[in-house]
């Protein structure tokens, strides 16, 4: 089977699980595959894919007799190790390539990502199409939920975790959002313009990690030092886009440098590492961490 059929296969999962439980029924199944593809879709070639569909990826696309709606329950593949979550997680990190690898079924092992992967295509259909949303959100400090109407910009995945980038209408600035931690996603008819020139990884450039810099704040350089055992994986896996090799300490450490805002999270990435990282500067950032040390070794004396 080549790959252009097999991106067809998944087009047609994409386009289903965008139509949720509303379902579609043949003509506007005929109607979205002739506008994306520029050919003719027969009801023979349908029922094909939808076999293949079924034989390859183990998800049924289900036709209600009532109303000759097609569609694929959600619900149905709730079970953690179902083939729906697998498709879905693979869409999301559009690994087709290994899709296609269908000799290696078994053998290729992707981390799992919390909940919230099923709102990511509504969040692209929303994008492509730039509709505002409103979003039910609740953060983990908060036993609340609260509404927000958003532009969605972006989605971005970090660290196990997708997340929504959007310019938030009652804050009026951009926030980021874990999709795990969304309750609901309502369309909205609204349509937004993208800001000219945006680009989700210039606007994290000198952050690390999801989190933004306060407004007025300033990226600023950190020099640590690193075992030469630790820093074989530190070349092939750098904190931070920006970090540099400068030289070599007189104990054999080798001298790194990262320009970024500073934030907890890059604090937790340094205590992570232990012993094979000592950061020199900035100094408040050295004792911030020194202290964090200090309260942890508490908890075990």
Not at 54 to 65: K, Q, S, W
Not at 79 to 87: G, I
Not at 110 to 136: H, S, T, W, Y
Not at 152 to 163: F, G, S
Request: contains cysteine; neutral net charge.
């Amino acid at each position: 089977m080549n790959n252009k059929l097999i991106e067809r296969y998944i087009w047609l999962i994409q386009t289903f699980l965008k139509a949720g439980a509303r379902g579609m029924d043949l003509q506007e199944i005929q109607s979205r595959w002739e506008s994306r593809w520029g050919e003719t879709y027969t009801r023979r070639s349908f029922c094909n894919h939808r076999d293949h569909i079924r034989e390859i990826f183990g998800i049924h696309i289900d036709c209600r007799r009532s109303d000759n709606i097609y569609l694929i329950d959600y619900d149905a593949y709730a079970d953690d190790n179902s083939p729906l979550k697998w498709a879905i997680e693979n869409l999301s990190r559009r690994n087709l390539a290994e899709l296609a690898k269908e000799g290696l079924k078994g053998r290729i092992a992707f981390e799992d990502i919390p909940g919230g992967k099923n709102f990511l295509l509504q969040l692209v259909d929303a994008m492509e199409n730039n509709l505002c949303i409103r979003i039910v959100y609740r953060k983990y400090s908060s036993s609340e939920s609260n509404a927000y109407t958003v532009r969605p910009y972006a989605v971005k995945e970090y660290a196990k975790r997708w997340y929504l980038v959007a310019y938030c209408e009652e804050k009026g600035d951009i926030r980021v959002y874990a999709l795990d931690r969304l309750r609901n996603i309502e369309f909205t008819e609204r349509v937004f313009r993208l800001p000219a020139g945006f680009d989700v990884d210039e606007l994290f450039s000198d952050c690390f990690g999801i989190y933004l810099p306060d407004k007025g704040s300033e990226r600023q350089r950190v020099i640590f030092k690193v075992t030469p055992q630790e820093a074989p994986y530190l070349d092939d896996l750098p904190l931070h886009w920006s970090q540099k090799r400068i030289g070599t300490a007189e104990d054999g450490r080798l001298i790194y440098r990262i320009d970024v805002h500073l934030n907890h999270r890059l604090l937790m990435e340094f205590l992570s590492r232990g012993r094979a990282i000592e950061v020199c500067e900035p100094l408040e950032f050295r004792q911030m961490i020194s202290e964090e040390i200090t309260k942890t070794k508490t908890l075990y004396e």
